[in-house]
């Protein structure tokens, strides 16, 4: 089992994502690469902390590799726009990665090095790339935030349909419904 700490913007999109890959174990939203110990949902949201919104992916990697993970990751939100992703506007919504030791972070520029190269992206990817210091999760009602929710308009707006452009591109990697 291997780990990667992952902030795409809003952490229930990101989560919501990753439930949909086998491969994936385990998935927990939390917030990392702030000042403020153990931080509140409330808090991270003003900006103030310094922290991201991130999930923690916990993955098999005889099932779906480190680059595997990092590319779902970067077709599952716009890593070209700093500190945003479409409405969610500040430093809490930016992408980023928060690698846990030099493989990881090999792997990394590696996978973003070849994005860019291949111009999967019209801008330059401005992903922030750091070794994780430390990861808080999140209040419990953040997990599974989309299937308990999923007619609430934000999950409705922006999840659902992201979770469809996921469906299609990666069709190949979906868990088998069972």
């Known amino acids: 089992m291997q780990h990667i700490v992952l902030g795409g913007g809003c952490f229930w999109c990101i989560e919501a994502v990753f439930q949909l890959f086998d ?4 998935l927990m939203p939390g917030y990392a ?8 949902y409330r808090e991270v949201c ?24 990092l590319t779902l ?18 430093t809490q919504y930016r992408s980023a ?20 190269e291949k111009e999967v992206w ?25 299937q308990e929710h999923p007619s609430q308009p934000y999950c409705n707006v922006v999840i659902g349909p992201k979770l469809q452009k996921m469906k299609e591109k990666f069709s190949q990697r979906l868990k088998s419904a069972s």
Not at 97 to 116: C, G, L, M, P
Not at 127 to 139: H, N, R
């Open 46 to 69: 003003s900006g103030s902390t310094g922290h991201a919104e991130v999930v923690r992916v916990s993955f098999d990697a005889d099932k779906l590799s480190l680059e595997n993970v």
């Open 23 to 26: 491969g994936i174990e385990d």
């Open 122 to 146: 019209d801008r330059p990817i401005v992903t922030e790339v750091a070794p994780l210091d430390t990861f808080y999760p999140a209040e419990d009602y953040h997990k599974n935030y989309f």
């Open 97 to 116: 990665i928060y690698y846990q030791s030099e493989e990881q972070k090999e792997v990394i520029d590696r996978v973003i090095d070849s994005i860019e």
């Open 33 to 40: 690469g702030g000042m403020t110990p153990d931080p509140s």
């Open 73 to 90: 990751f970067f077709h599952a939100h716009d890593p070209t726009t700093l500190n945003r992703q479409g409405n969610d506007v500040g």
